[in-house]
């Protein structure tokens, strides 16, 4: 949510800082990064037209891909946290999304003053988890958990002996859900870039052909939105290990330019405009991340009902890097999570006042400051900011 965002930006410059200075102390050489193995590429599909927006129903094969260009973009549902009052996040996030193609469910944020100490997981207290940060796990909590919600419960209400109304078929079926927080840009073409993201989650999940999902099976989590991520190699655990088999995105016309990418992977020692899928390392932001049901419950267990180690972010963070792990936890939850690097969805920084970007963060002396146009780090085609190209069918303009 917006608040998560904020308290990110201060707790990313910092996060950057001590990642980057593990790596430096713990990589004792680093590793030649190419040729990973084995590896699988695929150029995201030639454009005949317009391959985007509501009317884009994808040109993948298998044609069970092109699912991922629905309303739910392939997910069953997609939640949007954020505090209701921030109505401004929710007219941007409903006519952003609505012109690309997609549907969104908002959840209604919680601030960590209405969290009581006793409902905090066991690990953290209101000392060392400050209501910012505690608003932000509880939020992101709340929107998990309708995701575990057995299938046949989900929403359903109970007959007058109190029992469970359960329609024959299962009617609504939660098996996946994106989440996101409600200042997240993406560019215009995302249906498209998610058939090649399907690709290769299907290729790294080692699904079967027929899977339920079209991003394939065999995952917990995909981390499509954050603000830097490594691959599982560069964790120090895995130093010496085999490397991990990665899934090339090549001549990706919607990643940005070397000298415009931001994030922790060395972009340089690379070809220009590459994408992957790869396991993930050690992510930072929790932008936007989908979760299977099973996903769902490792984390509603590992982040809340067992305990919890840190803010939602690091924990999340945490989560996946023991799944990553060769060497990792044997009593852990062996998550099998995945990410997109570089990202399909950013924080968005809106024109307007800088002061009200965030509902934690307070900017000083600059929050007076007016930013006269809107960015997003690492998207090509803002959605955000071709709301009125959109609108019109007129040109896209592209940030960098
Ligand atoms: C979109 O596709 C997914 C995967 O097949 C499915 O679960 C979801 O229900 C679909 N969304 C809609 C609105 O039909």
Not at 67 to 73: A, D, E, K, M, W
Not at 247 to 275: A, C, Q, Y
Request: aromatic residues 8%; hydrophobic residues 35%; proline residues 7%.
């Amino acid at each position: 949510m917006a608040q998560t965002l904020r308290m990110r930006q201060i707790g990313l410059g910092i996060a950057t800082f001590v990642v980057a200075i593990i790596f430096i102390l713990w990589s004792p050489r680093r590793r030649e990064y190419q040729p990973y193995s084995p590896s699988i590429s695929t150029p995201v599909p030639a454009s005949s037209g317009r391959s985007f927006g509501p009317d884009y129903h994808g040109q993948s094969s298998p044609a069970d891909i092109n699912r991922v260009t629905n309303s739910t973009l392939g997910f069953s549902k997609i939640f949007v946290i954020g505090l209701p009052e921030r109505t401004d996040k929710r007219d941007a996030m409903t006519l952003t999304s609505s012109l690309t193609g997609f549907n969104l469910e908002f959840i209604d944020g919680v601030k960590g003053e209405a969290v009581p100490d006793k409902a905090i997981p066991f690990g953290k207290n209101r000392d060392n988890l400050p209501n910012t940060y505690l608003g932000s796990w509880r939020s992101h909590m709340n929107a998990v958990r309708r995701q575990v919600l057995s299938p046949q419960f989900n929403g359903l209400p109970k007959n007058d002996a109190g029992q469970w109304r359960i329609p024959p078929i299962v009617e609504e079926d939660l098996e996946s859900a994106l989440i996101m927080e409600d200042d997240m840009d993406w560019d215009v073409r995302l249906q498209s870039q998610l058939e090649t993201v399907a690709k290769g989650t299907r290729a790294l999940s080692g699904s079967g052909s027929t899977p339920n999902s079209p991003y394939g099976d065999g995952w917990d989590l995909l981390w499509l939105g954050h603000c830097g991520e490594i691959f599982p190699e560069q964790l120090p655990e895995n130093e010496g290990e085999p490397l991990y088999s990665k899934f090339f995105i090549n001549n990706d016309k919607t990643v940005p330019p070397l000298d415009k990418i931001t994030g922790l992977v060395d972009f340089k020692s690379h070809p220009e405009f590459t994408r992957w899928v790869h396991v993930t390392g050690a992510p930072i932001c929790s932008f936007a991340y989908a979760l299977t049901r099973r996903g769902a419950q490792k984390v509603l267990f590992d982040l809340s009902v067992d305990r919890l180690d840190a803010n939602f972010d690091n924990a999340l963070g945490t989560f996946c890097r023991n799944g990553g792990s060769r060497k990792g936890d044997p009593t852990g939850l062996h998550a099998k999570c995945l990410t997109v690097t570089p990202p399909v969805f950013f924080h968005h920084r809106p024109k307007g006042l800088i002061g009200s970007e965030s509902d934690i963060v307070d900017h000083g002396d600059e929050s007076q400051n007016i930013r006269e146009k809107g960015t997003s780090e690492n998207i090509m085609w803002s959605a955000r900011n071709n709301i009125r190209n959109m609108l019109m069918n007129t040109k896209m303009e592209s940030q960098f």
